[in-house]
T-cell receptor, first 118, second 114 residues
Framework: AQKITQTQPGMFVQEKEAVTLDCTYD???????LFWYKQPSSGEMIFLIY??????QNATEGRYSLNFQKARKSANLVISASQLGDSAMYFC???????????????FGKGTRLHILP | DGGITQSPKYLFRKEGQNVTLSCEQN?????MYWYRQDPGQGLRLIYY???????QKGDIAEGYSVSREKKESFPLTVTSAQKNPTAFYLC?????????????FGEGSRLTVL
């Protein structure tokens, strides 16, 4: 069963508008972490933001914020005031566990390709 | 500079040949990972290792092998048993001790089977 679901294969957004990229996850582990990565056409993976399962507040990093709704198992990425340079693939990822157990791993969703229009 | 180095960046292989992709990190990270990326499939986990001399199969380990003899090195061998090896391969590492434990990625290796 897919544990990370990104339902938007592609999105087109006008420059300067806010955009929300959807991510839902599935886990029975009470300890987990959620990540968002950006992949430009160059192929590099850029870490954007992290949310821990015990964090009380939604994570924010500059123009990026994570809308964490634990009961709904949702971790949407919000990009405010989008820029042309935001055009890229965006991946949601999850780590079950705290990271140091032998079985702890990080798995990814299929991604959303975001196009920012001038 | 600290980081993860993958080599080669591009690799061409004939069917039936094994090929080894190199991944070296100087970040002193404990955990290392190999992912495969295909269009529309996202990143799929091949193998991962939390500690030297130990590794775990990911979701698509068939046709691949790894070793973790040194903390800084985690080479991936794509064997002839892998039916569709043409893909973009990404190596990553993480440090348990940080607050987030996020993955740091190499630049990737693009393998094409002719």
């Amino acid at each position: 069963a897919q544990k990370i679901t990104q339902t938007q294969p592609g999105m087109f957004v006008q420059e300067k508008e806010a955009v929300t990229l959807d991510c839902t996850y599935d886990t029975s582990d009470p300890s987990y972490g959620l990540f968002w990565y950006k992949q430009p056409s160059s192929g590099e993976m850029i870490f954007l933001i992290y949310q821990g399962s015990y964090d009380q507040q939604n994570a924010t990093e500059g123009r990026y914020s994570l809308n964490f709704q634990k009961a709904r198992k949702s971790a949407n990425l919000v990009i405010s005031a989008s820029q042309l340079g935001d055009s890229a693939m965006y991946f949601c990822a999850m780590r079950e566990g705290l990271g140091w157990n032998r079985d702890d791993k990080i798995i990814f969703g299929k991604g959303t390709r975001l196009h920012i229009l001038p | 500079d600290g980081g993860i180095t993958q080599s080669p960046k591009y690799l061409f292989r004939k069917e039936g040949q094994n090929v080894t992709l190199s991944c070296e990190q100087n970040l002193n990270h404990d955990a290392m990972y190999w992912y495969r990326q295909d269009p529309g499939q996202g990143l799929r986990l091949i193998y991962y290792s939390q500690i030297v001399n130990d590794f775990q199969k990911g979701d698509i380990a068939e046709g691949y092998s790894v070793s973790r003899e040194k903390k800084e090195s985690f080479p991936l061998t794509v064997t002839s048993a892998q039916k569709n090896p043409t893909a973009f391969y990404l190596c990553a590492s993480s440090n348990w001790g940080t607050n987030t434990g996020e993955l740091f990625f190499g630049e990737g290796s693009r393998l094409t089977v002719l």
